[in-house]
């Protein structure tokens, strides 16, 4: 196994949406009920990386495993400096590390990016997501009961944030997102 993360391209976008898939079909960590098309994870990943918002994949040799992206936690601009995070690895690759790799990537270039807060919203309250953010340095700042109901039952979400470079210790570079 030689895991390594790079920038994702358009070319990704089958393997991310089939990896997607998986986990809007069989889980409760996206509220989706229908997945999204390779042509609609296209315009995601342009989406994204128009903004110059990091989207990373994980790839064991040239094979997609994993995938993570930060955009902007809400488009207000007050939220400039804040992003909430989307992680997903492989239903098969659970457990190999791929998430803490990726995820720890993600928060790196999140930084460099200029984002000073991280949210993770985790539907579902996943334990295997609640597990993977907090041994990443997040801590659960809230929980909403009831939020979603899939695969019938209620489903809670669970809140979890990180602080990036400076935090809210000191004043954003000027960047001209202020």
């Known amino acids: 196994m030689t895991l390594s993360v790079r920038s994702a391209a358009i070319d990704d976008a089958e393997a991310i949406a089939a990896i997607y898939a998986h986990h809007v079909s069989h889980g409760t960590a996206s509220y989706e009920v ?28 040239s094979e997609v495993v994993g995938y993570g992206y930060a955009m902007q936690f809400r488009d207000r601009p007050a939220y400039a400096y804040a992003c909430e995070n989307s992680i997903y690895v492989a239903h098969d690759r659970r457990g190999d590390g791929i998430g803490k790799l990726l995820l720890k990537a993600l928060l790196e270039a999140a930084e460099a ?28 700042v809230g929980r909403l009961t009831g939020m979603g109901w899939k695969a019938g039952r209620w489903l809670d ?16 570079a000027a960047t001209g997102r202020d």
Do not use: N
């Open 34 to 61: 229908v997945p999204p098309t390779a042509a609609e994870t296209v315009e995601k990943i342009q989406m994204v990386t128009g903004q110059k918002w990091p989207f990373l994949v994980a790839c064991d040799g």
């Open 113 to 140: 990016y200029g984002f000073r807060q991280m949210v993770a919203v985790i539907g579902g309250a996943e334990p295997a997501s609640v597990a993977l953010h907090g041994a990443c340095g997040f801590a659960q």
């Open 157 to 172: 979400t669970v809140y979890m944030q990180i602080a990036l470079g400076g935090g809210t210790a000191t004043a954003p």
